[in-house]
């Protein structure tokens, strides 16, 4: 029989999580089930944003912690993955951008915490523009048959088990580490299936393209002001949707860097430290790349607020040492 008429499949997520699990010779797997709590979760959200109509698009009249209008697939992703987690087992305490408090699942003796953006950019969904979940695991540090408690939650960067990202774009992405590399994985719909696409995914050292707000530009810091002129000078491009998962996913892929910087309106910046910045970070580090609020590294920063903001510049590595250096001239 001629084998080159059926192409292998590939290698489904499942498999490769079960592959790197023996990587870890003490492994339980406990954290092999959550990667996949997180990647069922992933595919009904993917299948709620995919078939997005007037039930479930636009906003409900509420707004989240952050101040923000919420839209209602914030809601619904947000109950998606906490259901997940929660049904998993793996996981005692959750911290989601669209709760002002911890959320305990009841699993007292699950040794997992979940920091999360359910729905990251989801002012773009009625506009067809790609959005993105983000979250970041952690070891709880206090003792099992209890509530994940505060000092749990305000681990350092440093202190993630792994981290990733959903991106709800052309195709539904999933790309993930646990330390050891990152790599990507794409849904196949029909199968019902994450399928590794991006194996081993490294970011370019430097890009020509770099993604801000320019319209902020006149109250970004100086040394940031002068790092965008830079750009011009060099002829960069410019590439921005307003999409923090979109835009950092192509700037994994193609290199380039991604800049939120403090202004007069966001004093510390916009994003959020413990599920936004801190899992973009451990991704970008273990691909090649660097993560700062423009001078100190983002996984060195110990939170201490859920919901604290920071500056973020995260992207090539050469990139972000060119934005360091204008930032202490
Ligand atoms: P601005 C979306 O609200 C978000 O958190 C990121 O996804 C995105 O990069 C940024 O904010 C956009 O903020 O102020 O430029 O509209």
Same mark, same amino acid.
């Given at each position: 029989m001629n084998d080159a008429l059926a192409l292998p499949v590939g290698t489904t997520l499942d498999r490769f999580i079960m592959r790197k699990q023996e990587d870890f010779p003490f492994a339980s797997g406990e954290l092999s089930q959550l990667l996949r709590d997180i990647a069922l979760a992933a595919k009904i959200v993917s299948r709620e944003i995919s078939r997005a109509d007037q039930d479930t698009v636009g906003t409900i009249g509420t707004q989240n912690v952050q101040g923000e209008d919420q839209q209602k697939l914030d809601v619904i992703a947000n109950i998606r993955f906490i259901r997940a987690l929660r049904n998993g087992g793996e996981v005692c305490t959750i911290v989601s951008e669209e709760d002002e408090d911890l959320i305990h699942?009841? *699993? #007292? *003796? #699950?040794?997992y915490i979940v920091a999360m953006d359910p729905l990251d950019g989801s002012s773009n969904i009625d506009v067809n523009i790609p959005v993105g979940t983000i979250f970041g695991i952690y070891r709880r540090l206090t003792d099992g048959g209890q509530d994940g408690t505060l000092e749990d939650c305000l681990q350092k960067g440093t202190q993630q088990v792994a981290a990733g990202y959903i991106l709800y774009g052309a195709s539904t992405m999933l790309v993930y580490t646990t330390g050891c590399g990152v790599n990507g994985f794409t849904y196949e719909p029909s199968l019902g299936e994450f399928f590794l696409s991006h194996p081993d995914i490294k970011i370019p050292d430097k890009g020509r393209q770099y993604s801000c707000n320019e319209a902020n530009v006149s109250n970004f810091p100086l040394g940031i002001q002068n790092y965008l002129a830079f750009c011009r000078e060099q002829k960069y491009s410019s590439r921005y949707i307003g999409s923090l998962v979109a835009d950092f996913h192509r700037n994994l892929l193609k290199g380039g860097i991604y800049f939120y910087p403090a202004s007069d309106k966001n004093k510390t910046g916009k994003l959020r430290l413990l599920y936004e910045c801190n899992p973009l970070a451990f991704i970008a580090e273990q691909a090649g790349g660097q993560a700062t609020d423009g001078i100190e590294r983002i996984l060195d920063k110990t939170p201490v607020a859920l919901h604290e903001r920071c500056p973020l510049v995260i992207g090539s590595s050469e990139m972000i040492e060119k934005v360091r250096k204008y930032m202490t001239l």
């Open positions: 699942t009841g *699993n #007292a *003796n #699950a040794k």
